[in-house]
């Protein structure tokens, strides 16, 4: 779909060539920090041609890295936007080309702009529009659930669509490097609550995210990747000395060696 005027007023133009570019960027410094991307259940919402924005916890300064990782996994035809600080943009001015809209928080003029940009998004179908909804870095497991006004006020404006709920976390299970979970929670139908105020749609968006938080973290402390589809795959073992002496001890035994800590490529015995 070709961006119209109006449009343009709240997304900036999307450049396919450099999003393409920083992607293999983003796939490459994930396998460097993380031992895997997992999706609970592999449960992805089907997005149809509807107009959608996810929403989310906000655990750390990886989250729209992940964001992309998945969109790219399961959206691979959609272009992605969500608010960054304008300070952070004014840094990196690329950005704003694969889709960071530039905000300035708790400001009137960085409200508008959010509500603009979302309210262009969801007039449209090839887009998935990205918030990070507690508007600051929140342990995942802090209750209760609390996200910025602007998240209802958006969700109000568009009047129709979808919007999901997200969580995310960063656990250690055996490895060397952390895990990158998500789970997503159940799509609601924007136009099934058409008479909801934004303060009723933040109650609403957030019970069900720390219902989705809850599951995550079941699903997180029981460490079972089996629970999970695997969407990327980073470094595994230690490495080093330590994993060359398990090589070879391999070798000598007539095994195939498993680089994992936990022996999870073979079921995960040890």
Partial sequence: MAQSAHDAEGLPPFSKTRFGWFMAY??????????????????????ADRPVIIY????????????????GHYYPQRMNYGPIEAGS??????????????IEPGTWRGSKRFLAAAAASMRRSDTIFWITSQGEFVDP???????????????????????VPLAIEYPFWSERLPE????????????SGPLRRPDAWNELLEAR?????????????????????TVAVGRVGIGGIYDCIRWASAKL?????????????QGGRP
């Fill in 26 to 47: 983003v796939r490459w410094y994930f396998r460097r920090h993380f031992h895997a991307l997992r999706l609970l259940g592999g449960l992805q919402p089907a997005l």
């Fill in 56 to 71: 989310t916890n906000h655990p750390g300064w990886w989250d729209p890295l992940l964001f992309l990782l998945l969109a």
């Fill in 89 to 102: 943009l004014g840094r990196y001015r690329f950005l704003e080309s694969i889709g960071f809209v530039g």
């Fill in 141 to 163: 497991r802090r209750r209760p659930v609390r996200l910025r006004p602007g998240v209802g006020h958006a969700v109000a404006a568009a009047g129709s669509g979808l919007v």
């Fill in 180 to 191: 990158a979970l998500a789970a997503f929670g159940e799509v609601i139908e924007i136009e």
């Fill in 209 to 229: 995210l720390a219902s989705t938080q809850e599951r995550l973290a079941a699903a997180a402390i029981r460490r079972d990747p089996a629970a999970f589809h």
């Fill in 253 to 265: 035994e007539g095994r195939r060696f498993d680089p994992s800590h936990a022996g999870e490529e």
